[in-house]
């Protein structure tokens, strides 16, 4: 893992209120490589203490990258953690083609390369990692901690165990188009490159990974200014493929699972069974929408908790 250099990062002006001074922090961009592509992160150290726990942080809105979480980043930051905030392959500030794939074998892949990279290093401290995920990559994050048992806590925020439940949640119709759109994009991206599809439906007619009423504004106002709203077919095939093994990921470790009692992207009960299988979780339901929990209230009210629920379990 390398350290090209300094960097603030940007986000939407909303987003900026009420957030924490940038005196309590500081931040350095690393690198690290995960399957031969180059991921790009940000590691936030906060001035005390000196040898913080660790939170690893990493999700957020189905291709949009991890930039979105920057508010959470800097409140866990200010209040003691070292965080490092990080984009996968096809998102964000990382490389890789064709862009917004999303993949959950890669995301697990780039984890497991994120955390051999911070291992690596000895200006933070290892020994009280803390994982914290969101949407797809929550439930990747309670899959990386069960397999290994060096992992402190987890936080599950809005966690997809299963692709597969996720997209057949929109109905038989959006799944079979969806497949009928991967498998043109196999076909053709060898030759004419990738067959692209919505990622957030906007009334084109064409299959989405996500169709819940309000998003395709919500993402707009959350992702950087040249996102795009499109990811390849494939991703459809990618998630239809992801299911939570036999058993289901169980980590040992304190474990965390935040939904919202009125999220329609990923609805609480899949969330609740997410709780329900892990021994060790606690289960917050917060009176939230799906997008809520990126600015003001939502925002404020899971930092809030998950920093009480960090304090209880690696604090020192």
């Known amino acids: 893992m390398t350290s090209p250099g300094s960097a603030a990062g940007g986000r939407r002006e909303e987003t900026r209120r009420d957030s ?42 189905i291709g949009a990258g991890a930039g ?8 866990l930051a200010a209040a003691g953690y070292a965080v490092f905030r990080f984009d996968g392959r096809h998102a964000g500030e990382s490389d890789g083609e064709p862009r917004n794939l999303v993949s959950p074998s890669r995301m697990r892949a780039d984890w497991d390369a ?46 997809v165990r299963s692709g597969r439940a996720f997209l057949r949640s929109r109905g038989l119709g959006t799944l079979a188009r969806g497949a009928a759109a991967g498998v043109r994009d196999l076909l053709q991206s060898p030759f004419f490159g990738a067959h692209a599809v919505p990622i957030v439906d906007e009334g084109a007619g064409d299959p989405a990974l996500v169709s819940a009423p309000g998003a395709a504004r919500r993402y707009r106002d959350l992702a950087a200014e ?10 459809f095939l990618a998630l239809a493929r992801h299911t939570c093994r036999d058993g289901g990921a169980r980590p040992t470790c304190p474990t965390l699972v935040i939904g919202g009692t009125r999220d329609d992207v990923v609805p609480i009960e899949p969330v609740e069974a997410t709780a329900d299988a892990v021994p060790t979780a606690t289960l917050l339901r917060l009176p939230v929408n799906h997008f809520d929990l990126y600015a003001d209230e ?15 379990v690696v604090r020192e």
């Open 226 to 235: 040249d996102w795009e709203n499109r990811t390849p077919g494939r991703s």
């Open 298 to 312: 939502g925002l404020t009210q899971a930092v809030g908790h998950g920093l009480a629920f960090l304090d209880s």
């Open 114 to 159: 994120a955390l051999a990279g911070l291992r690596a290093r000895d200006d933070v401290d290892t020994d009280r990692v803390v994982l914290w995920g969101v949407g797809l990559a929550g439930g990747i994050a309670l899959e990386v901690a069960a397999d290994d048992p060096r992992i402190r806590a987890v936080v599950a925020q809005t966690p």
């Open 68 to 75: 979105v979480l920057e508010p959470y980043a800097e409140r």
């Open 20 to 61: 924490p001074s940038r005196e309590a922090f500081s931040t350095v961009t690393l690198t690290f490589r995960s399957g031969g592509v180059k991921c790009v992160g940000r590691l936030y150290r906060p001035d005390r203490p000196t040898d913080p726990p660790l939170v690893v942080l990493s999700g957020g809105p």
